[in-house]
């Protein structure tokens, strides 16, 4: 089991920033493939920003490609999500997920491919 904590979100006006963290306990976090997803008031789930157990591979969908960056630490058992010039478009509850794997550079981007998953952390755009 993977117990999986977000925290970071609020509410900002467009065009500032926010970093949300997730923390992780219980199985090796390193063993994890890791992942951000969103979803938004009526829409499904959808994939954000993943990364690789080693952090040296990371996969964006196309509307935060430049905007947003996953990063990970794993002696802190925490993926990361710098997420910059952030529009309404971007309001949403987002979660993160947790991949076990054994190979080092799997990115992970489809949501049923997840095993573990937080509660979700707010994020709202609004001026």
């Known amino acids: 089991q993977v117990r999986l904590v977000e925290s970071g979100g609020g509410l900002v006006q467009p065009g500032e920033s926010l970093r949300l963290s997730c923390v992780a306990s219980g199985r090796t976090f390193s063993n994890n493939a890791m992942g951000w997803f969103r979803q938004a008031p009526g829409k499904e789930r959808r994939f954000v920003a993943a990364i690789s157990r080693n952090g040296a591979s990371t996969s964006y969908v196309d509307s935060v490609k430049g905007r947003f960056t996953i990063s990970r630490d794993n002696a802190k058992n925490a993926v990361y999500l710098q997420m910059n010039n952030l529009g309404p478009e971007d309001t949403a509850v987002y979660y993160c997920?947790?991949?076990?794997?054994?190979?080092?550079?799997?990115?992970?981007?489809?949501?049923?491919?997840?095993?573990?998953w937080g509660q979700g952390t707010q994020v709202t755009v609004s001026s």
């Open positions: 997920a947790a991949h076990p794997t054994a190979l080092q550079s799997l990115i992970v981007t489809i949501t049923s491919d997840y095993d573990y």
